[in-house]
Each structure stands twice: as structure tokens, then as C-alpha cells.
């Protein structure tokens, strides 16, 4: 029988050790400080770091470890991630896209599952009360603690002394004393508390979740309202260089060598490639999610392509594009002189704006 995904990550991370507790590791600093304060108890604490197109660092992973004396396993949530936010999140979304009750919920989940596989007693999250106005509210958080199913397990030692003690406190488990009592937005506590930990680099307030930057939530959106079933590799795409839509039409153009390498590293079978025969320039990726593409729109798409080439444009013959995907390869060649249609559009905030709370009110999500 094929490995879990966690299971993989577990063989592969080699931490087949037993711990006290599984923290949410973010890679922030309160996720940190939580680590820290547990570690302080003598109590053997395991990171999870939670992947997905959205958040997630993997590659940091190794020097958190080595910086932080942290053992940390990778989690990949990729699918069920995307799942949660197609399926509508219950709890609704912030100013972006960001789900983050229901976020927390999934994580918390997720680690609950996983405390048997590592023979720890509990979970230990960085949440601080009062820091976020959506999921850090006392009502939020007791709301979370209890949709997760962690009501006995979970313990968020930052802001311990301002919450009811928990079975692990109450049985001795752990030192409620120990724990301090940060509330509030603000951050010179845990820098002080970082400062008594010794930590030498301490991370940035910035969460690094793409659902929360407006940018990235325009560059999401159309696949989110336009296509049927996205994957977590479309997600990936939709981060690259210039984000075009034409209808149900998707292309992503290369703003520069890194982009068009990163573009070729994402392509599928059924995507159009289009480049520039002649000259150098950028690359372009069509994808195919509803039916193949018109000859026409191939066109289309190559005349846009060209309006990044600066050497196309000032070219005084036509210049040769090939699209194709698989075996099928088509040649064109656009008059450099010649506009792209108005209909390429670059997906803007506004629009996801205007649409978003239609999208997530729709009967069929509110289930
Ligand atoms: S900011 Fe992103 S990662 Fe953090 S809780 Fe919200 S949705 Fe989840």
C-alpha cells in the first residue's frame, strides 16, 4: 500500500523518534518562542511546517534546524489546502484570500492525526490573543480549539497565563508558571523573550502567506472563479512573470531569464509553449484547462508575447513564433507592428474584490 504523504515526509526526514509535543511551526517568531518554551520544560518538541502553494518554506527547513535546535518535519498540504479554499472555507476569508480560521482548524487537525505517530501528548501552537482581529480573538480561538477537535491537547504557551489552564498544565506536564502572558498586537514581548532565549536571528513579522497579499490573491482569483477543478500546480504557475487572462484563456509570459526558466520547470502536457524562433525573448505558457485552443487564439496569444520582446518590436520583418504542446507544433509569424488584442487582460485586485463575496456566498459553498 502506497505511503501517506506525512508518512513519506516522516521516512524521508528520518524522524522516526518519539517527542512530547508537535508544534505548528510557522518559521515566525512566535511559532519559534512556543518551541523554545517547551524546550525550556525539557520537553522534546517536533515542528510541523506546513507546505502548500501558498505558505511554506521548505528549503529554510535545514538552516531553522541548525539556527534554532529545532526538529522540524515538512508536511505537504498542498491538495487538501486547495480543496479547502475551493470548497468555500467555512469561516469565511479575510481582507485577501486568506482563510485563517479555517487554516488554523486544518493545521490543527492535521497535527492532532499525526500525535500517535510520534507518541506525543500534545500540540503547541504560537497563537497570541488578541494579535489578529479574524482567528486570534478569545471567541476565535475557542472556537478553533474546538472545531479542531484539540480541546484536550492543545496548548498555546505564549499566551498561557491569560487562558484557561489545560490538562497538560493542570496534571503537571507542564509548568504553567513557566509560561509567560503575551496578549496584544504588539511584539516587544516576544523580542524580549526572543533576547532571553538567546535567538540570534529572529524572523520577521511578515507571515510570508500569499493568500494575505493582495497581489498574489489577484494572480489566484481567476483560477479560482474561471476554472473547474485547479490544481496545486496551476497555483504555482499563476506566481510566474505576467499573468494574462482572454476569457478562459491563460497565459503566463517570462518578464526575464529566471521567469522563463521557472515557466519551463512548471510546464504539463497539454500547455502551449510559445517562443520566439529567432531572436531571443520571452517564453510563454498557455494552459488548457477547458478544451483546446482556437488556431486563432494561438495567434492571439503569440501577438501579445511579442509586445515583451523589445528586439521583436523593433524588428522590421515579421518574427517567428513557435507554439505547440506534445507533438503538435505550430510556426507563426506576427508583424512585429501588430496589437495585441484588448481582450488579454491582467487579473486586478478590484475585480477580485467586486467578486469575492459573491463567489464565497454561493448556496453551494455555505453547505
Ligand atoms: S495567514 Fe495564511 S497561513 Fe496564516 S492562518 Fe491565515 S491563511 Fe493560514
Redesign the pocket.
Known amino acids: 500500500m502506497p505511503l501517506s504523504p506525512v508518512r513519506q515526509s516522516i521516512r524521508l526526514s528520518g524522524m522516526s523518534q518519539t517527542y512530547d509535543c508537535l508544534a505548528l511551526f510557522?518559521g515566525g517568531l512566535d511559532s519559534l518562542l512556543s518551541c523554545k518554551l517547551m524546550q525550556q520544560q525539557n520537553l522534546r518538541v517536533l515542528g510541523l511546517h506546513?507546505i502548500s502553494p501558498?505558505?511554506g518554506k521548505p528549503d529554510r527547513i535545514d538552516h531553522w534546524q541548525r539556527e534554532h535546535g529545532v526538529n522540524i518535519l515538512p508536511v505537504d498540504v498542498s491538495r487538501e489546502y486547495v480543496q479547502l479554499l475551493l470548497g468555500g472555507p467555512k469561516w469565511g476569508v479575510?481582507k485577501c484570500l486568506?482563510?485563517?480560521?479555517?487554516?488554523?482548524i486544518f493545521?490543527l487537525s492535521r497535527a492532532r492525526e499525526m500525535l500517535s505517530m510520534f507518541g506525543a501528548k500534545f500540540i503547541v501552537s504560537g497563537e497570541v490573543l488578541g494579535q489578529r482581529p479574524?482567528?486570534q480573538r478569545r471567541e476565535a480561538l475557542g472556537l478553533i480549539r474546538n472545531e479542531a477537535g484539540v480541546r484536550d491537547v492543545l496548548l498555546r504557551p505564549l499566551s498561557a497565563a491569560s487562558l484557561p489552564p489545560t490538562p497538560m498544565e493542570e496534571s503537571g506536564l507542564v509548568d504553567r508558571s513557566m509560561l509567560p502572558n503575551i496578549v496584544g498586537r504588539g511584539r516587544k514581548p516576544q523580542l524580549e523573550l526572543a533576547r532571553e532565549f538567546g535567538i540570534r536571528e529572529v524572523p520577521t513579522p511578515a507571515?510570508g502567506?500569499?493568500?494575505?497579499d493582495p497581489g498574489s490573491c489577484a494572480r489566484f482569483w481567476p483560477l479560482i472563479s474561471r476554472m473547474e477543478t485547479p490544481e496545486p500546480q496551476d497555483f504555482l504557475l499563476a506566481q510566474l512573470g505576467r499573468q494574462y487572462w482572454h476569457g478562459d484563456h491563460w497565459l503566463s509570459i517570462g518578464r526575464n531569464k529566471q521567469d522563463n526558466q521557472a515557466l519551463m520547470e512548471q510546464v504539463q502536457t497539454r500547455d502551449i509553449v510559445f517562443k520566439p524562433v529567432d531572436i531571443p525573448g520571452p517564453i510563454a505558457v498557455g494552459r488548457q484547462h477547458k478544451g483546446e485552443w482556437s488556431k486563432e487564439m494561438i495567434q492571439s496569444a503569440a501577438v501579445l508575447l511579442l509586445q515583451f520582446s523589445p528586439k521583436a518590436r523593433k524588428a522590421r520583418e515579421p518574427v517567428r513564433i513557435k507554439a505547440g504542446s506534445g507533438n503538435f507544433l505550430r510556426e507563426f509569424s506576427p508583424d512585429p507592428g501588430s496589437e495585441a488584442d484588448p481582450e488579454w487582460k491582467v487579473p486586478e485586485w478590484e475585480e477580485l474584490e467586486r467578486e469575492k463575496k459573491d463567489f464565497f456566498r454561493r448556496p453551494e459553498r455555505e453547505e
Open positions: 510557522s506546513f501558498f505558505f479575510g486568506n482563510p485563517c480560521v479555517d487554516c488554523k493545521m479574524m482567528s507571515g502567506c500569499l493568500l494575505t
